[in-house]
């Protein structure tokens, strides 16, 4: 048996390596379903063997020239028998010519003797021709006799061959054993061998008879030259085709990359062949740069300048793989699968190629999808809040790796891993939602990357580092050779030995701060560890300082020997007079919290600042108060991380102990307005109008405000159960009132009957930035109106009778329900309300309210109380003159009974000596209101004032008037 050179083929087919010799039967042996059929020959062993009137000359380079006499002839090697069953067999040699030539390579069996297969042919010097069969009408050729009826006939091809040059020749041999029809489809140069139409050389054969002997029995390669022609033959082989697929991933040097293209047959994997039909241009694939940073593919820039040198186990991009830094890489995509095929047809299974230049990545493409399966893309770097899908296709070869829950999202309450199949993992959202402003990290494998969603930053309540939080490897120590943190059980011991200077050292928030969620609290819990005192000549110093970023925005609170300070704008220390204590008498196991407020007003570019100790605005020792410091700031500021920087000395005798550091949201406090009545006593919870989350600590989630109200600014009234509209109530003035941390109470009240309480000056209850508690009415007894208030036509509340009713010449009504409690409107006769921060207000201004009527309040669909007016009312208005000197009045008169009054118009000197008068008997009927103008006027010569008076009667000189809207 002959001998099976194995040998690596350059991807230029020219250099040749010789490298070992295996037999052909043991290849055979090797044989597997998977299919794995290969013999090659490159001669170097015995080289052809020549025909009659034909040469075989071997060659060093391991090739055979054969040069045949005038009848012309061949050389030929025997193969054995060629196993068809494994499926697509392709043959293939290298061919070349010196001079003009006639040269084709053909499978011969001996009994009969005929040629199977005839390939295409040098020709004519340039050409190279293609094989058909002849008869164009018959479905099949019946043989490979060239010219016959039944047989072959050569066409020149597309393809053209040079002198002296290397072409490779090959057959796809495809035999369907069932049928017992073998099909011949023909390349040159790994490329289809194309007709003047651009459809491929094909043919079919069937033999009349014995067919599947023929395909069966030994074979033998004859390569034919024309008579008195030379031509040379290398690399003989016959193989059977695996998958293929692009190479994972190609190295750039230079601005070049290669791509190997990867036949997965599973013989010896030591030889370079031709492994595909390589045709890719420009348009056949997608290229995009991505930097080092992002490897998770979610901001490439396409790549639109592209050129490639092609060949059958390779894709080349020489010369113009230009990146910004030497760590971009490029992701390849065959978007035309039929650009790169075996020679039996199949398109590679892996599209993609990695060229990088040390940065490696799994993933081949990524795709993000909102909710409606759209694609979104990254926004200016930011990960679009509106994504509820994210696919990720990854290389097969780390796919093989990486599983399922190796492919995730974290962040914000949520952790999802993806679902795979094959090499492609989705996370779907389902129903949650990526919250807006907020940070999530991906993980594809050891690929992990954090990204900011678009949109505003939902409030974040508070950014905090409790005690158990406040590991010394989170601080930055700008002055380790003096300052130490020790971790303790009661927080973080801070130490100094500094007597000079300022040490320091800083803790990093992980989260920026949101202003338009609120003020900004920072506070800090300070035990003293040791006895505050001057130490030689130096004082103690503790000066916590507020950033964002690098920029200071002001001063918390901070501690000298003399106790707690103030700081001013300028960085200087400020005597306060309600500090924790005076001079040398802070001692070990004193607490004190340190506060500073920030405030950020938009309109003025500012952040303002205020310093608190415990509770307590700072003063001056004066009785003034120490002012709110502003620091101008831009937006990109706002945006950064807060970091809280101590800097301090002398603590060296047993320091301070830091605890319970937080940030933490103010905007607002609020109370529910329903009290629960116990024992006589009504408690209103105060609570921060921010929604901390449920395991804030407490010194986060406790509300921070201030409460000077006293009793004298609450106001209590009592009303029967009867009394729906609250119009007729008792004033409650021996409750007690106290105030506690986190509540105020009111006491001493009975437990029958329903209490309304009203706080006079709700900025009496403010929280630290001074923000009014959100309610100054509460009731007990449960949800519904709290007050009613009748207003006049100035807007000047009117009592109310002592029978309730309400007077007809009022002009709005008011209703104030508990929170929450409205919820679907509130009417009153049919006539509709305004709105405004639940209170409803009915507008009676053009159409008064009629005398002696029942009207009826309802609310959410349903009626919830009535009251009557009284029988109406008699107003005169305040008299006036008109442009042409007549007395005139405005009358109402809304009574079941006329009324008679007198309007009188008189002139006076300086010396108020009357000049003339006049008057006029008037009678405002029932139910009318109208001005009414006199007829007459008093001598007013010598007048210099004049005045008009309404009287009731002349009897008892009764004067009506009063100043109301009409």
Request: proline share 2%.
């Amino acid at each position: 048996m002959k001998k099976l050179l194995l040998k690596v083929l350059s991807v230029s087919l020219v250099i040749m390596q010789i490298v070992s010799f295996t037999s052909f039967a043991a290849i055979q042996s090797e044989s597997d379903s998977s299919g794995n059929y290969f013999w090659y020959e490159n001669f170097a062993s015995q080289g052809l063997t020549a025909s009659s009137k034909a040469t075989v000359t071997h060659n060093s380079d391991g090739s055979d020239t054969v040069t045949t006499s005038a009848s012309g002839q061949y050389g030929y090697v025997s193969l054995g028998t060629v196993d068809f069953t494994k499926g697509p067999i392709l043959l293939s040699y290298r061919i070349k010519a010196s001079a003009a030539a006639k040269a084709w390579g053909a499978l011969h069996i001996g009994s009969p003797d005929v040629d199977m297969v005839v390939m295409p042919k040098l020709w004519d010097g340039n050409k190279i021709m293609g094989l058909e069969k002849n008869n164009a009408s018959a479905d099949l050729a019946q043989n490979t006799v060239v010219g016959n009826e039944n047989g072959l006939k050569e066409t020149a091809s597309t393809s053209t061959y040079k002198l002296n040059t290397w072409h490779i020749i090959q057959v796809l041999l495809d035999y369907d054993s069932e049928n017992q029809i073998l099909t011949v489809n023909q390349f040159a140069d790994s490329k289809p061998l194309l007709k003047a139409d651009g459809t491929q050389f094909s043919y079919k054969l069937k033999r009349a008879s014995g067919m599947g002997d023929a395909m069966s029995s030994s074979m033998t390669f004859r390569f034919y030259v024309g008579s008195g022609k030379t031509a040379t033959i290398d690399d003989l082989m016959i193989r059977q085709e695996g998958n293929i697929s692009l190479d994972n991933g190609a190295y750039i040097s230079n601005k070049t990359a290669t791509l190997n293209i990867v036949d997965d047959a599973n013989y010896d994997k030591t030889f370079t062949y031709q492994k595909s039909v390589n045709t890719t241009t420009a348009d056949d694939y997608a290229l995009t740069r991505y930097t080092a940073d992002d490897k998770l593919l979610l901001n490439g820039k396409p790549v639109t300048t592209k050129n490639t040198e092609n060949y059958p186990g390779s894709i080349v991009l020489r010369n113009w793989l230009e990146q910004s830094a030497t760590t971009d890489f490029f992701i390849f995509k065959l978007t035309n699968p039929d650009a790169v095929k075996s020679f039996s047809g199949k398109t590679v299974e892996n599209p993609y190629g990695l060229l990088h230049s040390g940065t490696t990545t799994p993933v081949r493409e990524t795709h993000l999808y909102d909710a409606v399966g759209a694609y979104v893309t990254l926004d200016n770097g930011k990960l679009p809040s509106a994504t509820k899908k994210l696919e990720f296709t990854l290389s097969y070869k780390d796919a093989e790796t990486i599983g399922a829950d190796g492919v995730k999202i974290e962040g914000d309450g949520i952790s999802i891993a993806s679902q795979k199949l094959d090499n492609v993992y989705t996370i779907d959202l389902g129903e949650n939602n990526l919250a807006t402003g907020t940070e999530y990290t991906i993980t594809v494998g050891d690929v992990v990357k954090t990204y900011i969603t678009t949109g505003e930053k939902p409030a974040r309540e508070f950014a905090m580092a409790e005690c158990a939080d406040l590991d010394t490897a989170k601080f930055t120590n700008g002055d380790a050779a003096n300052v130490t943190l020790t971790k303790q059980s009661d927080g973080l011991l801070y130490a100094s030995n500094r007597t000079t200077g300022l040490g320091n050292v800083s803790y990093k928030f992980n989260d920026t701060f949101d202003f338009t969620k609120g003020a900004m609290l920072v506070s800090v819990d300070i035990t003293y560890n040791q006895d505050m005192t001057w130490i030689g000549d130096v004082g103690q110093l503790f000066l916590p300082n507020m950033y964002l970023g690098s920029k200071n925005i002001g001063y918390i609170t901070g501690i000298q020997h003399y106790g707690v300070y103030g700081r001013s704008a300028d960085g200087g220390r400020v005597k306060v007079t309600d500090a924790k204590g005076k001079a040398n008498t802070v001692k070990k196991g004193d607490k004190v919290t340190l506060r500073g407020l920030f405030e950020y007003k938009s309109d003025e570019g500012k952040i303002y600042y205020t310093q608190f100790a415990d509770d307590r605005r700072l003063y001056k020792t004066d009785g003034s108060v120490i002012p709110a410091y502003s620091v101008d700031v831009t937006e990109d500021v706002l945006g950064q991380n807060p970091v809280l920087k101590f800097q301090g000395r002398l603590f060296k005798d047993g320091g301070l102990i830091i605890n319970n550091i937080t940030v933490t949201t103010v905007n607002g406090i609020t109370a529910d307005d329903v009290l629960p009545l116990t024992s006589g006593t009504a408690t209103a919870e105060i609570k921060s109008s921010v929604n901390f989350a449920q395991d804030a600590p407490v010194s986060a989630a406790a509300p921070q405000y201030t409460n000077s109200a006293a009793k004298s600014d609450f106001t209590v009234t009592k009303y029967t159960s009867s009394d729906k509209l609250h119009l007729n109530g008792t004033a409650v003035t021996d409750f007690t009132y106290a105030s506690e941390n986190g509540k105020f109470t009111i006491g001493n009240l009975a437990s029958d009957g329903e209490y309304v309480i009203e706080l006079n000056d709700k900025t009496k209850i403010s929280d630290i930035a001074e923000n009014a508690i959100d309610t100054s009415l509460f009731k007990t007894g449960g949800e519904g109106l709290i007050k009613t208030t009748v207003l006049s036509g100035e807007n000047k509340e009117m009592k109310i009778g002592a029978d309730g009713k309400i007077p007809t010449n009022a002009k709005k009504i008011k209703f104030e329900f508990t929170k929450d409690y409205v919820t679907s409107g509130v009417s009153l006769g049919g006539k509709s309300a305004s709105e405004e921060n639940g209170a409803y207000t009915f507008d009676f201004s053009s159409d008064a309210l009629e005398s002696n009527k029942t009207y009826t309040l309802t609310v959410n669909g349903a009626d919830y109380g009535t009251f009557t007016t009284g029988d109406g009312v008699f107003a005169v208005n305040q008299p006036s003159i008109t442009a042409d000197g007549f007395g005139s009045v405005y009358i109402q008169n809304t009574t079941s009974a006329d009324k008679t009054v007198y309007i009188i118009h008189a002139g006076y000197k300086a010396d108020g000596l009357l000049t003339g008068v006049v008057y006029e008997e008037i009678t405002a009927g029932k139910g009318t209101s109208k001005t009414y103008t006199m007829v007459k006027k008093p001598e007013l010569t010598n007048a210099q004032t004049q005045k008009v008076f309404v009287w009731e009667d002349f009897t008892t000189l009764y004067p009506l008037a009063e100043e109301f809207s009409k």
